[in-house]
């Protein structure tokens, strides 16, 4: 990995706690783990694009394996730790993966979330210091078992956030519904970190998407646009006005947010029906403003073009490092080894704004220990 001054900090990392996998064992429809004759590892299927391959392969043992191989990557905090060591990542703020809680029945989901925390929290005691943690909300449970979530996960050492999916509480992150929560977060001072998992519908991708173009279309485009539309929907209600105090942090770089703020501006500007409405005049906190005053992005987008744009919307000083790990992993070099997919976003800081800067210093390191407090305790 490129060389920088100063710690390292990955702020977008994943791990799904064995109990966690456990439920995935135990389910017949995605989110679910599988093993499949055809592959050693188990399979990890959790994107509706995997569905098709996953009937596939259950009829056909001959059928690519659907979804990924779940291999210790996913659940082992000793492999994070192999990790973080060898890609010299000083701090993880690590988080559960995608889906999360969103698919538990309202029941299930108040104590799924706080032992999935209580085993967050204990990993991070584990090695203090080192390792800090977003929290999972029960986001299908009744508001009164979420708000008192914020309360347990707030009190908890090393826990610096939440991390928070596109649906919200099923309608989307514009529902009204969701400003008591946004603002229970606000007010314990946990940003939100902002992450895709439910891309865009399966027949955008084609109908040779599934046999030939593998899941390059729904990672590569449909989580992106997903988290740019849950932003803009946000931004369009108002929400960011009404919780001033809110901060998110957005995964892949505010997906393609920074380079389509400027269209969403003028789309406002040029709705009848929003300046009939008064929404579009003097006065409005634009999307740019919203940008660099709530919002951080992450640093995940694999080139230097992409993070230049990120650079040019939030400020250098917004930016954090992330690897995405355990995703992403090298296909044809040994995976305790470097990741190619790590280099080549440590390579694109060092390429927009010069390895041996301040800035890269930021980016890769400070700017997180500074917003999300990894120097207290
Ligand atoms: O490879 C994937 O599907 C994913 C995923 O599901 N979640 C994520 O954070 N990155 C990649």
Redesign the pocket.
Known sequence: MAATAGRIVDIHT?MYPPSYIRILESRTTIPLVRSFPQTPDPRLI??EAEVESLEDAIKDPSAKPPG?PLTSHYASLEQKIHFMDTHKIDTSVISL??PWLDFLEPSESGPMAKSVNDEFSSMCEEHAGRVFFFAALPLTAPLETVLKSITHVKALRYCRGVILGTSGLGNGLDDPNLVPIFEALAAANLTIFL?P?YGLPNQVWGPRANAEYG?VL??ALG?PMETTIAVTRMYLSGVFDKVRELRMIL?HSGGTLPFLAGRIESCILHDGQLVREGKAGKGRRTVWDVLKEQVYLDAVVYSEVGLKAAIEASGADRLMFGT?HP??PPLTMDEQGEWESVSMNAEAVAKAVGGRSADAAGIMGSNAITVLRLDED
Request: hydrophobic share 50%; proline share 6%.
């Open positions: 994943h959790l994107l990924r993966a995608n992450h998992h899941h729904p990672l989580f995964a995405d995703f992403f």
